[in-house]
T-cell receptor, first 110, second 113 residues
Framework: DQQVKQNSPSLSVQEGRISILNCDYT??????FLWYKKYPAEGPTFLIS?????DKNEDGRFTVFLNKSAKHLSLHIVPSQPGDSAVYFC?????????FGAGTILRVKS | DAGVIQSPRHEVTEMGQEVTLRCKPI?????LFWYRQTMMRGLELLIY????????DSGMPEDRFSAKMPNASFSTLKIQPSEPRDSAVYFC???????????FGQGTRLTVV
Protein backbone atom coordinates (compact mmCIF):
# COMPACT_ATOMS: atom_id res chain seq x y z
CA ASP A 1 0.00 0.00 0.00
CA GLN A 2 1.95 2.95 -1.32
CA GLN A 3 0.63 6.09 0.29
CA VAL A 4 2.99 8.33 -1.67
CA LYS A 5 3.43 7.64 -5.36
CA GLN A 6 5.86 8.98 -7.90
CA ASN A 7 4.67 7.44 -11.13
CA SER A 8 7.53 8.58 -13.33
CA PRO A 9 10.68 6.55 -12.64
CA SER A 10 12.78 8.92 -14.70
CA LEU A 11 12.75 12.27 -16.48
CA SER A 12 15.18 13.75 -18.98
CA VAL A 13 15.33 17.52 -19.55
CA GLN A 14 17.53 19.86 -21.54
CA GLU A 15 19.66 22.32 -19.60
CA GLY A 16 17.88 25.65 -19.17
CA ARG A 17 14.40 24.18 -19.54
CA ILE A 18 11.86 23.47 -16.84
CA SER A 19 11.83 20.17 -14.93
CA ILE A 20 8.49 19.11 -13.47
CA LEU A 21 8.42 16.25 -10.99
CA ASN A 22 5.07 14.90 -9.84
CA CYS A 23 3.83 13.16 -6.74
CA ASP A 24 0.45 11.82 -5.61
CA TYR A 25 -0.66 10.81 -2.14
CA THR A 26 -3.62 8.91 -0.81
CA UNK A 27 -3.77 9.64 2.92
CA UNK A 28 -5.81 12.71 3.86
CA UNK A 29 -3.98 12.84 7.19
CA UNK A 30 -0.84 14.10 5.50
CA UNK A 31 -0.45 17.82 6.14
CA UNK A 32 3.16 18.58 5.37
CA PHE A 33 5.03 17.69 2.21
CA LEU A 34 8.71 17.65 1.39
CA TRP A 35 11.06 17.07 -1.51
CA TYR A 36 14.46 15.48 -1.09
CA LYS A 37 17.33 15.19 -3.51
CA LYS A 38 19.75 12.28 -3.55
CA TYR A 39 23.09 11.88 -5.26
CA PRO A 40 24.72 8.45 -5.67
CA ALA A 41 26.44 7.10 -2.54
CA GLU A 42 24.96 9.88 -0.40
CA GLY A 43 21.95 10.17 1.85
CA PRO A 44 18.91 12.18 0.72
CA THR A 45 19.07 15.88 1.50
CA PHE A 46 16.13 18.14 2.17
CA LEU A 47 15.26 20.48 -0.69
CA ILE A 48 11.96 22.27 -0.11
CA SER A 49 8.70 21.76 1.77
CA UNK A 50 5.13 22.98 1.86
CA UNK A 51 2.43 23.00 4.49
CA UNK A 52 -1.09 21.94 3.60
CA UNK A 53 -2.33 25.45 4.36
CA UNK A 54 -0.44 26.73 1.33
CA ASP A 55 -0.62 25.91 -2.34
CA LYS A 56 2.79 27.17 -3.40
CA ASN A 57 6.24 27.61 -1.93
CA GLU A 58 9.20 29.02 -3.80
CA ASP A 59 12.92 28.92 -3.04
CA GLY A 60 15.15 30.21 -5.78
CA ARG A 61 14.91 27.93 -8.81
CA PHE A 62 12.68 25.48 -6.93
CA THR A 63 8.92 25.80 -6.52
CA VAL A 64 6.57 23.27 -4.99
CA PHE A 65 2.87 23.32 -5.81
CA LEU A 66 0.21 21.56 -3.76
CA ASN A 67 -3.28 20.66 -4.98
CA LYS A 68 -5.05 19.25 -1.93
CA SER A 69 -8.29 18.40 -3.67
CA ALA A 70 -6.39 16.26 -6.16
CA LYS A 71 -3.92 15.02 -3.52
CA HIS A 72 -1.15 16.01 -5.86
CA LEU A 73 2.06 17.97 -5.55
CA SER A 74 4.74 18.90 -8.01
CA LEU A 75 8.25 20.27 -7.95
CA HIS A 76 9.31 22.74 -10.63
CA ILE A 77 12.95 23.47 -11.30
CA VAL A 78 13.61 26.49 -13.52
CA PRO A 79 16.06 26.73 -15.14
CA SER A 80 17.33 23.18 -14.90
CA GLN A 81 21.07 22.71 -14.54
CA PRO A 82 23.27 19.63 -15.06
CA GLY A 83 24.02 19.64 -11.31
CA ASP A 84 20.34 19.04 -10.67
CA SER A 85 20.73 15.51 -12.05
CA ALA A 86 19.84 13.28 -9.10
CA VAL A 87 17.05 11.17 -7.65
CA TYR A 88 14.19 13.24 -6.26
CA PHE A 89 12.00 11.85 -3.51
CA CYS A 90 8.64 13.20 -2.55
CA UNK A 91 7.68 12.74 1.13
CA UNK A 92 4.54 13.33 3.16
CA UNK A 93 4.19 13.84 6.87
CA UNK A 94 1.19 13.27 9.10
CA UNK A 95 0.70 11.84 12.56
CA UNK A 96 3.92 10.09 13.43
CA UNK A 97 5.09 9.17 9.96
CA UNK A 98 7.31 10.57 7.27
CA UNK A 99 6.53 8.50 4.18
CA PHE A 100 8.53 8.62 0.97
CA GLY A 101 7.72 7.86 -2.63
CA ALA A 102 9.85 5.58 -4.80
CA GLY A 103 11.78 8.46 -6.35
CA THR A 104 12.24 9.95 -9.82
CA ILE A 105 15.61 10.03 -11.56
CA LEU A 106 16.15 13.43 -13.16
CA ARG A 107 18.76 13.79 -15.89
CA VAL A 108 19.56 17.28 -17.10
CA LYS A 109 21.39 17.22 -20.41
CA SER A 110 23.85 19.96 -21.33
CA ASP B 1 27.67 18.96 14.26
CA ALA B 2 28.89 16.17 11.99
CA GLY B 3 25.38 15.20 10.95
CA VAL B 4 23.88 11.74 11.20
CA ILE B 5 26.64 9.15 11.34
CA GLN B 6 26.10 5.59 10.18
CA SER B 7 28.44 2.64 10.37
CA PRO B 8 29.60 0.65 8.61
CA ARG B 9 29.32 2.26 5.17
CA HIS B 10 29.50 -1.12 3.49
CA GLU B 11 28.78 -4.58 4.84
CA VAL B 12 29.12 -7.87 3.01
CA THR B 13 27.99 -10.94 4.89
CA GLU B 14 26.98 -14.50 4.27
CA MET B 15 23.42 -15.66 4.42
CA GLY B 16 22.45 -16.70 7.93
CA GLN B 17 24.85 -14.35 9.68
CA GLU B 18 23.81 -11.63 12.08
CA VAL B 19 24.21 -8.06 10.86
CA THR B 20 24.17 -4.94 13.04
CA LEU B 21 23.88 -1.46 11.58
CA ARG B 22 24.64 1.53 13.75
CA CYS B 23 23.45 5.13 13.83
CA LYS B 24 24.35 8.26 15.76
CA PRO B 25 21.69 10.94 15.30
CA ILE B 26 22.25 14.67 15.37
CA UNK B 27 22.53 15.94 18.92
CA UNK B 28 19.25 17.43 20.11
CA UNK B 29 17.11 15.55 17.63
CA UNK B 30 14.50 13.45 19.37
CA UNK B 31 13.08 11.59 16.37
CA LEU B 32 14.99 8.82 14.65
CA PHE B 33 14.01 6.85 11.58
CA TRP B 34 15.39 3.76 9.87
CA TYR B 35 14.71 3.49 6.14
CA ARG B 36 15.58 0.89 3.53
CA GLN B 37 16.12 1.86 -0.09
CA THR B 38 15.45 -0.60 -2.88
CA MET B 39 14.96 -0.10 -6.60
CA MET B 40 11.41 -1.35 -6.49
CA ARG B 41 10.06 0.37 -3.39
CA GLY B 42 12.20 3.46 -3.01
CA LEU B 43 12.64 4.57 0.61
CA GLU B 44 10.67 2.32 2.94
CA LEU B 45 10.19 3.39 6.54
CA LEU B 46 11.15 0.48 8.78
CA ILE B 47 10.80 1.96 12.24
CA TYR B 48 10.48 5.31 13.94
CA UNK B 49 11.62 6.28 17.46
CA UNK B 50 10.59 9.34 19.42
CA UNK B 51 12.52 10.16 22.57
CA UNK B 52 14.20 6.73 22.34
CA UNK B 53 10.85 4.91 22.34
CA UNK B 54 9.74 2.90 19.28
CA UNK B 55 6.53 4.52 18.08
CA UNK B 56 5.85 2.73 14.82
CA ASP B 57 7.55 -0.47 13.71
CA SER B 58 4.91 -1.53 11.22
CA GLY B 59 7.44 -1.29 8.42
CA MET B 60 9.79 -3.86 9.88
CA PRO B 61 9.51 -6.67 7.34
CA GLU B 62 9.92 -9.70 9.57
CA ASP B 63 10.84 -10.86 13.03
CA ARG B 64 14.38 -11.24 11.76
CA PHE B 65 14.62 -7.45 11.98
CA SER B 66 14.93 -5.64 15.29
CA ALA B 67 15.89 -2.11 16.28
CA LYS B 68 16.92 -0.52 19.54
CA MET B 69 17.64 2.95 20.81
CA PRO B 70 19.23 2.59 24.24
CA ASN B 71 19.91 6.33 24.52
CA ALA B 72 19.43 9.57 22.63
CA SER B 73 22.73 9.30 20.80
CA PHE B 74 22.72 5.74 19.48
CA SER B 75 20.51 3.30 17.64
CA THR B 76 21.01 -0.11 16.07
CA LEU B 77 19.20 -2.10 13.43
CA LYS B 78 19.86 -5.82 13.62
CA ILE B 79 19.06 -8.55 11.11
CA GLN B 80 19.32 -12.10 12.36
CA PRO B 81 19.58 -14.30 10.37
CA SER B 82 20.32 -12.28 7.24
CA GLU B 83 19.05 -13.34 3.80
CA PRO B 84 20.07 -12.29 0.27
CA ARG B 85 16.79 -10.38 -0.17
CA ASP B 86 17.84 -8.10 2.68
CA SER B 87 20.50 -6.62 0.40
CA ALA B 88 19.79 -2.89 0.14
CA VAL B 89 20.98 0.48 1.35
CA TYR B 90 19.82 1.22 4.88
CA PHE B 91 19.49 4.83 5.96
CA CYS B 92 19.15 6.34 9.38
CA UNK B 93 17.65 9.81 9.72
CA UNK B 94 16.93 12.14 12.60
CA UNK B 95 14.82 15.23 13.13
CA UNK B 96 13.50 17.53 15.81
CA UNK B 97 9.98 16.40 15.00
CA UNK B 98 8.45 13.60 12.92
CA UNK B 99 6.48 16.28 11.09
CA UNK B 100 9.38 18.13 9.60
CA UNK B 101 12.51 17.66 7.60
CA UNK B 102 14.69 14.74 8.56
CA UNK B 103 18.45 14.68 8.11
CA PHE B 104 19.89 11.51 6.66
CA GLY B 105 23.12 9.68 7.17
CA GLN B 106 25.16 8.44 4.23
CA GLY B 107 23.67 4.98 4.50
CA THR B 108 24.97 1.45 4.90
CA ARG B 109 25.10 -0.67 1.77
CA LEU B 110 24.36 -4.23 2.86
CA THR B 111 25.09 -7.18 0.62
CA VAL B 112 24.08 -10.64 1.77
CA VAL B 113 25.58 -13.43 -0.32
Amino acid sequence: DQQVKQNSPSLSVQEGRISILNCDYTNSMFDYFLWYKKYPAEGPTFLISISSIKDKNEDGRFTVFLNKSAKHLSLHIVPSQPGDSAVYFCAASGGNKLVFGAGTILRVKS
Amino acid sequence: DAGVIQSPRHEVTEMGQEVTLRCKPISGHNSLFWYRQTMMRGLELLIYFNNNVPIDDSGMPEDRFSAKMPNASFSTLKIQPSEPRDSAVYFCASSTSPRFEAFFGQGTRLTVV
